[in-house]
């Protein structure tokens, strides 16, 4: 039997099948399941709002197709997990030549999710990736109280480098990147037949995209 495909969300978007896998690396963040399962429980009440937070460096900028097509439905299908409804409309103010916007996603609830995304830092700054949910009663978030970064995981030094590693599954090894870390256990996931197959929410989430840069 043939192994299933990977796709982006564009292309899950565009495709007639449904033998494959949409590529959501976002499903499998610790902190999102972590939000997704405290949100259902209610230990803070309904949720209101979200707001998430993308930002890296310069040299790590990708290309605008896959800042507009692949990085944001990433995230758009994030605030949709913690929102648990359907994404509704999408308005998105975008810097003309740069790899940096903000969208406003409504959900079908009501729930609004901001959207902040930024590759635009200094090449010296360390990627930062933030989701704040706010709820009737509280806030759930991985955000500082102050300063841009929090310091997680191990150092690893010697005389020509500095490098902070985290580790989450000893199966997968030690990242610099947390989102390399969501990639890396989604294919974990989809070889131990975890991770499910088809579209997913692609076809709403890039068509709310088009929508909103028409």
Sequence with gaps: MNEKRLLTPLDAAASEADDFYASYPLREWTLLKKMKEMTASKICGDICSTRITWQRAKKLASTEEVFLFQTLP???DAAWILA???LKQVHIEQVPG???LFALA???NGTASEIEMNECLPDSMPSTYFIKANYTNGHLTNQPLVGHFNEEGSILADDESCKKLIVENPELG???DQIDICVESMKYQIKEGKYPTGPLNSKTIIGRIMEALS
């Design 74 to 76: 990433w995230l758009l």
């Design 84 to 86: 648990d409804s359907p």
């Design 98 to 100: 740069r790899n940096n």
């Design 106 to 108: 409504m959900f079908e």
């Design 174 to 176: 030690a990242f610099e």
